[in-house]
């Protein structure tokens, strides 16, 4: 498993981002700030965990959620109940099996 940076951009841009998290008129604004700074959805959930203190569910809920993310809520939505589904069948093949 590879190791993944903190962040995907330097430390003046992530000291950029933490202003614009305290001064943000939304959390949807904030969203599409590091999305376009480079951030992935999970850097983003990371950001808004440590820097927000916000619990994970509701980071990841507000990213997934968000309107700067919402061209990729299908796939991942799809891709969600498709790796749900083949879980249960190896849970099913495992307790089945023993």
Not at 79 to 93: L, M, R
């Given at each position: 498993?590879t190791s993944r940076?903190?962040?995907?951009?330097?430390?003046a841009t992530l000291?950029?981002?933490?202003?614009?998290?305290?001064?943000?008129?939304?959390?949807?604004?904030?969203?599409?700030?590091?999305?376009?700074?480079?951030?992935?959805?999970?850097?983003?959930?990371?950001?808004?965990?440590?820097?927000?203190?916000?619990?994970?569910?509701?980071?990841?809920?507000?990213?997934?959620?968000?309107?700067?993310?919402?061209?990729?809520?299908?796939?991942?939505?799809?891709?969600?109940?498709?790796?749900?589904?083949?879980?249960k069948i190896i849970?099913?093949?495992?307790?089945?099996?023993?």
């Amino acid at each position: 498993m590879t190791s993944r940076k903190p962040y995907p951009v330097d430390e003046a841009t992530l000291n950029t981002l933490r202003s614009q998290l305290a001064a943000a008129p939304s959390p949807g604004d904030c969203v599409a700030n590091l999305r376009s700074a480079g951030f992935d959805k999970i850097d983003s959930i990371k950001f808004f965990r440590e820097f927000a203190g916000m619990p994970l569910h509701e980071g990841k809920a507000l990213v997934q959620l968000s309107p700067a993310w919402a061209d990729r809520y299908a796939s991942d939505e799809a891709f969600h109940d498709a790796a749900e589904e083949a879980a249960k069948i190896i849970f099913q093949e495992e307790f089945t099996a023993a």
